[in-house]
């Protein structure tokens, strides 16, 4: 039986390990034996606990309860306990999602330990260093022994960085082997849609028309903490509610929330709060956020996972954001990069609403790479 501790933390990494999990509970309950570690990252019920009770995965075995801090304290706090977790169960492999602190904490807890890790949303490149996400993602690629790229991009940056294709079993940490297998979210949101259809009241409850609204995420640290971003934000959507007399609903992250009201000023804040088509909502579930995807016009996100889950369902995107790692969306023209910049993000809504020829071709796999990564750990064990 292979033994693997999977770390989850924030929310989207919740979400994503939900894809393995099920694998493993379908295909593979008699190989793989799975141990979970939250790390207390995200705690609100509405950014944790609603995505373990909605998704099946099963309860945390272990919670380090670390809460929120800077970006110090909060990494250490995980690096300790779970370096205590993994000696205690001896796991043949830790497995991580994506770039966040409680990915970058697994991977050094594992790494100096020799305790072999999987990661999970290898290769994806920003190429910018100033993000937190990038730093964590570099660095946990680098200790890895088994990497699972969800694009041909992602598997591309890690050739370029020296990562050998060539490997052959068994990987280490100093050979590993490097996949590009499609992506966990695209199993779960194929997954997921037709269960959402069926139980998500989201777009009743919020007297929303299908096809004739807006869905909106904002929650990227250079966009809340700077008050002349997160304005410009505000302004076009803003304006795009209210003059264009589209419905933009915003589920609100609670960073943003938290600050909205301080970096704004007080008049832009006033004309948000009187705006009715603009709805600001608190963070919703997996479920509604899949109905709200599938059935919106248009998706305006800082997000990483809402934009690719705007590709998957074929609605166009403006990217809050410089660059994107996923880049396969832009040069396919199903979305824009509009960064913090009101007249681009207005721009770009109007060129995304006009374009009647937008092609979405299947680029994130198959929807099964969740077995193809748990046979791989499988195959390595046994060679
Ligand atoms: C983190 C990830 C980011 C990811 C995002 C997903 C890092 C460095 N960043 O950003 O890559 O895109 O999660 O959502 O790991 N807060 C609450 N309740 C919660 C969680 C957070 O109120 O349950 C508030 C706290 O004020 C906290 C702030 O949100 O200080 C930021 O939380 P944190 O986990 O540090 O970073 P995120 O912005 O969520
Ligand atoms: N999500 C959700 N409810 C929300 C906002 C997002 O379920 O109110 C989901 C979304 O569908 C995606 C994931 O959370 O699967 C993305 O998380 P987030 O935007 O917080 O982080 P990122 O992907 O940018 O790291």
Redesign the pocket.
């Known amino acids: 039986m292979l033994k693997i501790v999977t770390i989850i933390g924030?929310?989207?990494q919740i979400?994503k390990a939900a894809a393995l999990s099920r694998a493993i509970k379908n295909h593979f309950a008699n190989n793989i034996k799975e141990i979970i570690v939250h790390t207390g990252q995200h705690y609100d019920t509405n950014m944790s606990q609603v995505f373990i009770d909605e998704l099946g995965i099963p309860q945390p075995d272990y919670n380090l309860n670390v809460g929120s801090g800077g970006h110090a304290s909060q990494t250490s706090d995980m690096i300790i306990g779970i370096e205590g977790i993994l000696q205690d169960i001896k796991p043949d492999y830790l497995v991580l999602y994506?770039d966040t602190n409680s990915t970058i904490a697994g991977a050094l807890a594992a790494s100096k330990i020799h305790i072999p890790i999987v990661h999970i949303e290898a290769g994806l490149r920003s190429f910018n260093k100033l993000m937190p996400e990038e730093i964590n993602r570099i660095m946990c690629d680098h200790t890895s022994t088994l990497l699972f790229s969800p694009t041909l991009t992602g598997y591309n940056n890690l050739i370029n960085e020296g990562f050998e294709t060539h490997n052959t079993r068994p990987y280490t940490a100093d050979k590993p082997g490097v996949f590009h297998c499609g992506d966990v979210?695209y199993d779960n949101s194929l997954y997921f849609a037709g269960v959402a259809e069926q139980q998500s009241r989201v777009i009743e409850d919020n007297n929303l028309i299908k096809n004739k609204f807006i869905l909106s995420?904002i929650?990227r640290n250079n966009n809340t903490d700077d008050p002349e971003r997160l304005s410009s934000i505000f302004e076009a959507l803003n304006h795009i509610s209210s003059v264009e007399e589209t419905d933009i609903i915003l589920?609100l992250?609670p960073r943003t929330s938290k600050i909205i009201e301080q970096n704004l000023d007080k008049a832009l804040y006033s004309k948000l709060i009187a705006n009715p088509h603009l709805k600001i909502v608190k963070?919703?579930?997996?479920l509604d956020?899949?109905a709200l995807?599938k059935n919106c016009s248009m998706v305006i996100t800082d997000?990483?996972?809402?934009q690719k889950?705007a590709y998957y369902f074929k609605k166009p995107c403006v990217i809050l954001r410089s660059e994107t790692e996923w880049v396969e969306i832009v040069n396919q023209k199903a979305a824009r990069i509009a960064n913090a910049d009101k007249e681009l993000i207005i721009e770009s809504y109007h060129r995304l609403s006009e374009d009647k020829n937008i092609k979405y071709p299947e680029i994130f796999g198959d929807g099964k790479a969740s077995e193809f990564i748990c046979q791989t750990m499988l195959d390595n064990q046994l060679s």
Not at 283 to 286: H, I, K, L, N
Not at 303 to 306: D, H, P
Request: negative net charge; hydrophobic residues 35%.
């Open positions: 924030a929310r989207p979400i994506g979210m995420t929650h589920p992250h963070p919703v579930s997996f956020m899949i995807e997000s990483g996972g809402v889950e």
